[in-house]
């Protein structure tokens, strides 16, 4: 594979796949060098965003969240297998139990789904922050680069001038260095 050794104003380029060529959308300009620019990745990020609220209203988040719930131990729910195998094994000696094993083992492979849906989205959280503070920091670039070029020009027409005075306050001022949290 051959890399362009062309020299961008790109902060941090990212890596995508490739948009499928057989796509009946028609990506931008820029998809080309920058894949996040493409229509069919603005599409994915809204069809994401609508499973999230459909999930948050589909799902029966109503029958748990009422009233405060410590946050779950863990080295208890670890128990759930251990304890269920006991119910299987001594049920016959143990008449007076309130749950069975099948109640055990059905919130145990709930949770156990749950963790594993937290875990992705955390994951996915972080590619998404990660992807927004580069297109910001890009973005940063390009308008402070638009800014100089133009007040290049200000002083020869007096109009461009005063349209950038609005904006000379953040664009005007040298970029200053986030600290990292």
């Known amino acids: ?3 362009n050794l062309q020299k961008t104003h790109v902060v941090a380029p990212l890596t995508a796949r490739a ?6 959308i028609e990506p931008r300009r820029d998809a ?4 996040w620019l493409s229509r069919q990745v603005a599409q994915r990020l809204d069809e994401g965003r609508a499973m999230l609220i459909d999930l948050a209203t589909d799902l029966p988040f109503a029958t748990v969240l009422r009233g405060r719930v410590s946050p779950p131990r863990m080295d208890v729910v670890a128990q759930a297998e251990p304890m269920a195998r ?11 139990l309130s749950v069975d094993a099948t109640f055990l083992r059905e919130r145990l492979a709930l949770i156990e789904r749950l963790v594993a ?3 992705a989205g955390e994951n ?4 998404i922050r990660r992807t927004k503070a580069v297109m910001a920091a890009q973005l940063e ?7 100089q070029d133009a007040a290049q020009s200000a002083a020869v027409h007096p109009e461009i001038a005063r349209a950038l005075q609005a904006m000379a306050p953040v664009l005007g001022a040298p970029a200053q260095k986030s600290k990292k949290r």
Request: hydrophobic share 35%; net charge positive; aromatic share 10%.
């Open 141 to 147: 670039k390009a308008l402070r680069s638009s800014y």
């Open 1 to 3: 594979m051959r890399k």
């Open 117 to 119: 849906f937290e875990e």
């Open 124 to 127: 996915f959280l972080g590619l």
């Open 86 to 96: 006991l119910i299987d094994q001594f049920k016959d000696q143990l008449p007076a």
């Open 19 to 24: 948009p499928n060529s057989s796509s009946p």
């Open 32 to 35: 080309a060098q920058n894949p």
